[in-house]
């Protein structure tokens, strides 16, 4: 896997991704393996307790998630994850997730996912992984 | 518990509930234990495989988690979830999410969501709950 | 299915399996989807904090769950496994797990485990198996 | 946190483990948030399909997990785990477990554990502890 394949990738997956934009959220980081988006929690992502609802905090990770499974040319899609809530976030927090590989071998692959706001742990996911078996990019543009 | 209780406890959820109702939710049953809630895809919520961001599918079942586990007049909040995707949803879909209670003990509970369309089962969640202590309705209004 | 096949297919799984049976479980009943296995808690199962270790509450679980997602005549493995554990149990109690099947699909399952004794609940957990694309029986058998 | 609190809170774990012992475990390192595990798989652990029933592999896992998260003086359990099994394992393979600490705050921790065989992963497996509020050591002993 090389940086420029993983930056080819992510710009691929961005342009398509009128989820994550519609959410603003911003792609700060990309690598082999690893990716960092980060958001800030409107008023719109309240929910009953008056807290950011945790499909918010959820969706940012996966979002992270994608990203950093999606880096080595091969469309990869979420089968199974897991989220622990931490501490709640409020209005105006900005929460940065921070995806690494914990393991990727054959079409499976599993990703962790730390959500922070100020160093303050906010949420940590688990992601599993599984390649479609279709390409992300042509094999010309990945190579 | 009643039925008028947690259609009592419905109601002050989600009023306040501003995530639910900015993704066009709908509450379309509660009772003790159990919630139904159901949403359509939008083009807003494409990610970049051309299907629904995952993060919504969650957000929908996290709701519906969270109308079930309110329902006897304690407040409670969500600590662990999980999520398993099981086929794709697009654009158009409306997503029906069904909670039930599978355990309630104490201050911890567990309540399964299936989300479907049309008969078909897209996501199967299972969320982890726990009392704060505090009260969601006052006790004149919660009798 | 039919229960013929899933009595069959327990028959085949219980004669190869040394690990449930020495631990001394018994296979109380199977039936297309479900199974209920129990077992005794032994002096050799307690952990550091004097109560059963959560591993043999899981193994038990975990065969009960295999048991169930292996009465349809195909080879299903667990790929991925939770466990909440809810209340401790000690020496001499006597466990009783029961698997029913909550999603079932191509080459994907998601079955549900109550781990119980005396009625109260001890234990929640959840597998996700796959088949692996082999007989448990041979055709004629399994007819 | 220190080192030999670490130490003296596996040794006084130990004593009292008869689960792992009864399974042939050995304590290979413990440090305060890690501990490693391991075992080798015998006949009594193989199940239906003639591999190591994933219960033992979780147990491994699971007594890796539960000396890490001893590691400073209170007594924790745990409350929650997920195991991700990724390659079988087989009669004779030594299995060898880390764990290692991903959050700790308050009364909650969150603690990863690898499960390899001479290199190669077996299992992936995450458990969320909470201390109890009781003391593993006495506080002269602790000191």
């Known amino acids: 896997m090389s940086e420029a394949l993983a930056q080819a990738c992510a710009a691929r997956m961005w342009d398509g991704d009128a989820a994550s934009r519609s959410l603003g959220m911003a792609l700060d980081a990309v690598a082999p393996g690893t990716a960092r988006l980060s958001m800030t929690v ?9 807290t950011c609802h945790g499909g918010f905090i959820f969706t940012l990770a996966d979002s992270a998630f994608a990203f950093a499974c999606n880096t080595d ?11 622990s809530y931490l501490r709640p976030a409020g209005l105006g927090d900005r929460l940065v997730a921070d995806a690494t590989e914990r393991h990727r071998e054959g079409r499976s692959g599993i990703y962790d996912v730390r959500v922070t706001c100020g160093g303050a742990t906010i949420a940590e996911f688990r992601g599993h992984s599984r390649t479609t078996g279709a390409r992300l990019l042509d094999a010309p543009d990945a190579a």
Chains 1, 2, 3, 4 share one sequence.
């Open 42 to 50: 409107t008023a719109a992502m309240l929910n009953g307790h008056g």
């Open 73 to 83: 040319g091969m469309a990869s899609v979420a089968s199974h994850c897991t989220v």
